[in-house]
């Protein structure tokens, strides 16, 4: 099982990571370098996490946009070509790296 780190790596920007017990979802601070996730269904923690990272990587790369000015989540547009996709991708490793690091020597 992946753990999650209380500190990433996010567009070369150290990142606290913390865990709200009393959320079901997730939230970042691009400007505060944090991520709050919630821990209220551990079953679907990991994927929050990663939803979470994945989300905070386009919006400071500037690749999430706000469609017709409004700010709910369905509303959002991620738009990248190919070569940008890579660099996400380099992104989100570097910030899970931690994440099953212990767990490569077993």
Not at 47 to 53: A, S
Not at 91 to 104: E, F, K, Q
């Amino acid at each position: 099982m992946a753990k999650i780190p209380k500190k990433i790596i996010i567009c070369g920007g150290v990142w606290d990571v913390k865990i709200d017990p009393k959320v079901a979802g997730g939230s970042f601070s691009g400007k505060n370098k944090e991520m709050t996730i919630g821990g209220k269904n551990k079953k679907h923690i990991f994927d929050v996490f990663l939803h979470e990272v994945i989300e905070a990587v386009l919006t400071m790369r500037g690749h999430r946009y706000d469609m017709y000015w409004d700010s709910t989540n369905d509303r959002k547009l991620f738009s990248f070509y190919h070569h940008e996709f890579e660099n996400l991708v380099a992104d989100v490793s570097l910030a899970l790296r931690d994440c099953w690091r212990d767990n490569a020597s077993s």
